[in-house]
């Protein structure tokens, strides 16, 4: 296996767009030189507006999905997006916990970028007891970090970022990445935590238009890179660089939301060789000119 890709194994639901979700999942660890292992969890009916159906798998077949590949291959880390129910939710519990000593990044869609409700008070809840505490680093936007830091027993509870993530380290995650995509702020500012409170922050520019799948991206660049071997801040500061040019790159395949172009530095070789072709096809044609007027 010394000259295989690292092995990351995701579990989370399809997206018809390719936009989000498990697509959005493999063609970002296979950018970044990782072989992806797909656990589906659940099925959408979606476009690039949003979300209009979801259908859990059951949770037997999510079992089988994962263990059958993982009696088979070595996995260097784990990554959970959309897992579509309560049930589904303490399957892939169980499964990770057999496996304490390989990396699990933690996506917490609650909601798509229209709103649409992915996740129910429940399934939090079993997020928040059964899969936190395995968990670690978690990528929530900043209204995900404040429902999974919620205190249902206070009803004036309304913690800051920095209390959210010391709340969701208390419950057991190693680190929590807090993106600002969804504050008020000219820049994006990306916030890491860790046990002893926030390790550091990085702005990014604020692009125009809004994309879809680009937690999706973040969380899989950060699995990507630590599969690779990084250390974590590092790791997640590669991840965000990622992050960042392929929605700068990014499309609007249809008539929602713009789709990250995680293939961004394939298209860039591509013009760059273009480029190149073009002068030196112009080189050619003055060497021919000067060669007629000698």
Known sequence: MSDAPPIVLVFSATDPTGGAGMQADILTLASMGCHPLSVVTAITVQDTMGVEDVQAMDADWIVDQARCVLEDMPVAAFK??????????????EVVSDYPDIPLILDPVLASGRGDELASEEMIGGIRELLIPQTTII????????????DERDDKDDPGLAECAGRIIKAG????????THENT????????GGNGKIGAESWPRLPGQYHGSGCTLASAIAATIA???PMVEAVKDA??????SLKAGFRAGMGQHIPDRLFWAREDERQDERAGADHDRDGDRDDYDGDNR
């Open 139 to 150: 990528t929530p936007n900043s209204l995900e970090a404040r429902r999974l830091a919620l």
């Open 228 to 230: 690779n071997g990084l």
């Open 80 to 93: 959970i997006g959309v897992m579509g129910s309560l049930e589904n939710i303490a399957a892939i519990a």
């Open 173 to 180: 995650c190693e680190y929590v990445l807090i993106t600002g």
């Open 186 to 193: 000219q820049q994006v500012v990306n916030t890491l935590y």
């Open 240 to 245: 965000q660089e990622y992050t960042w040019q």
